[in-house]
């Protein structure tokens, strides 16, 4: 699949179809239609990927992943290239007020669709996988740094420290005072 020296002539439109094309051939899954997986537009696919060389190259990491569904919580066993770059986004950005309805805006999706691709391809909600990501760092700063759990809170992007409270303590069995006290001390 070289074309350097006739990449030039391509069109964006050529682009969306070899990439559909190339993903459905070649990661098609059993008893999920890869046209689920589809990249639908050109806003999508130019959002996606800036250049040709790098939905190439995208292409082809895809080819070389492990088939290992315990990994996709990491974003490297996830298939679908918008929701790749959707997790990457949501680990660059977990502390700003993001929503499915902003993200889904931003990478050109329905918020529907995008709802069931977290679901199929995670196993969890959006929502669970942000909140997730922001309970692992969390998690870091309190035992990384001198910050109040106030500070930690409003840092990971929880907007209200009393919540913040209780869904830590939900996840983790215990308050964040106690999981840094204990963390610190050896007890955990």
């Keep these: 699949m070289r074309l350097k020296e006739s990449k030039e002539c391509l069109t964006i439109r050529d682009a969306l179809k070899i990439y559909n094309s190339v993903y459905f051939h070649a990661f098609s899954h059993p008893g999920i239609g890869a ?3 589809y990249v639908f537009s050109n806003e999508q696919l130019l959002h996606l990927f800036p250049n040709f060389d790098e939905m190439i190259e995208s292409l ?3 080819s070389d992943m492990p088939d290992d569904p315990n990994d ?3 974003g490297h066993g996830i298939r679908n290239a918008s929701l790749r770059a959707i997790t990457s986004y949501i680990h ?3 502390r700003d007020n993001i929503s499915i309805q902003v993200i889904s805006k931003a990478f ?3 918020a529907n669709y995008l709802s ?3 679901k199929r391809e995670l196993n969890l909600t959006f929502t669970e996988y942000l909140t997730n990501v922001r309970l692992k760092q969390a998690k870091h700063l309190l035992l990384t740094t001198e910050l109040s759990v106030r500070e930690v809170a ?3 992007g929880f ?3 009393f919540y913040f409270i209780r869904v830590f303590k939900k996840h983790a069995s215990q308050t964040p005072r106690q999981y840094k006290y204990q963390a610190r001390s050896g007890l955990g």
């Design 35 to 37: 046209e689920e997986d």
């Design 60 to 62: 082809k990491a895809l």
């Design 72 to 74: 996709s919580h990491s």
């Design 92 to 94: 660059d950005h977990y």
């Design 108 to 110: 050109y999706l329905n």
């Design 116 to 118: 069931q691709l977290f």
């Design 154 to 156: 409003e840092s990971v």
């Design 159 to 161: 907007r209200d420290y």
